[in-house]
């Protein structure tokens, strides 16, 4: 299942859109089969450090499939608004909003009932979207990112390095202030994005330890990111350079405030519609140990894996597509095209 990827620039199968979602403005990929016909609406939602563009594998087999695709950039990335905090809430980078405007933006786009796909942070989002927004949402699938359920009790980032996850010690750096203050010119921007997606030194040296973080005195010495077009590169470093880094490592900040508001989803029992979750084997933060216990809570969970990174996305599409496609097909997406 070859594909050619979604072209960052110019590409006649997605338009670029914005929408005005609870006040604030989104941008988003918008695509149609071709036939302008289809049957059910597929919302893709990305991670960090990405954009709604690190679907560009997953958006065209899905089109091909007779889905509307809308892949939009999470508050804080892109074209999308990057509120400052303070003086506003941090809850607006929080899982809760980031699902309440994916509904609205359904509501306006005419969907009433829509299919999820998520990685990395929109793994997250894509979870409590179907708890938030349970008439809205029949399917789920998650790369990477296994469901956690809503907790009583609050465990801060530093309790979880300290205890059962070492490797989130780079949410830590994320959520102060050392990698927005250091990480804003263009120059910077473009090594730190080389060093995320794959980029090596002459001698091996990386940009990313999870248990510590970026690691700035190597970004210099990086070549370009493995899984780049130099296009691609391109259009990362200026999408990320718009706003600077301060909106996305906000989504480090919201803890607390998503603990917060997923009070309101303690027990409310199980998930029961259809979802998918595909483990990346050499994911080197979300490992497959963190994945064992999902079917308590989702009742009608199929697995699937990769041997991959973290970006699995973009490094393996073929084979994640063929899982998505496998699933899709065997929960109701066959053949026929009968809309949703």
Not at 36 to 65: E, N, S, V
Not at 217 to 233: A, I, M, V, Y
Not at 239 to 247: A, E, F, L, T
Request: hydrophobic residues 40%; aromatic residues 12%; contains cysteine.
């Amino acid at each position: 299942m070859v594909v050619t990827p979604i072209d960052p620039v110019s590409d006649a199968r997605v338009a670029h859109n914005t929408a005005l979602l609870n006040g604030q403005t989104y941008h988003y990929l918008l695509g149609v089969p071709r036939d302008g016909k289809f049957r059910a609406t597929a919302f893709l939602i990305h991670g960090w450090p990405d954009l709604c563009m690190g679907w560009r594998y997953q958006i065209p087999f899905l089109l091909d499939m007779g889905f509307r695709v809308v892949a939009p950039d999470l508050m804080g990335f892109g074209g999308t608004d990057a509120p400052q905090v303070p003086p506003n809430p941090i809850n607006l980078y929080g899982y809760k909003r980031a699902a309440d405007d994916i509904a609205e933006l359904a509501r306006q786009l005419g969907a009433p009932k829509i299919v999820l796909g998520g990685h990395d942070w929109g793994g997250f989002v894509v979870w409590r979207t179907a708890e938030w927004h349970h008439e809205l949402v029949t399917h789920v699938f998650s790369v990477c990112t296994p469901y956690t359920e809503p907790q009583k009790h609050y465990y801060s980032t530093e309790d979880l390095v300290k205890g059962p996850l070492p490797q989130f010690g780079y949410q830590l750096q994320l959520a102060g202030v050392e990698v927005e203050a250091k990480i804003q010119s263009k120059e910077k921007i473009r090594q730190f994005l080389n060093g995320m997606y794959g980029g090596k030194g002459p001698n091996g040296e990386l940009a990313f330890d999870p248990a510590k973080g970026l690691l700035f005195e190597n970004l210099p010495k990086l070549g370009k990111g493995k899984f780049f077009s130099d296009k691609e590169l391109d259009y990362y470093v200026d999408q990320y350079s718009r706003n600077g880094m301060h909106g996305n490592l906000n989504w480090y900040r919201a803890r607390k405030a998503n603990w917060e508001e997923d009070q309101g989803l303690l027990n409310k029992g199980t998930i029961d519609i259809p979802t998918l979750f595909i483990q990346a084997n050499y994911d080197s933060v979300l490992k497959p140990s963190m994945a064992k216990e999902m079917e308590k809570h989702l009742t009608n969970l199929s697995r699937g894996e990769v041997d991959a990174s973290h970006w699995a996305l973009i490094q393996k599409p073929d084979e994640v597509n063929a899982i998505v496609k496998k699933w899709l097909e065997k929960v109701g997406f066959g053949v026929s095209k009968s809309s949703l």
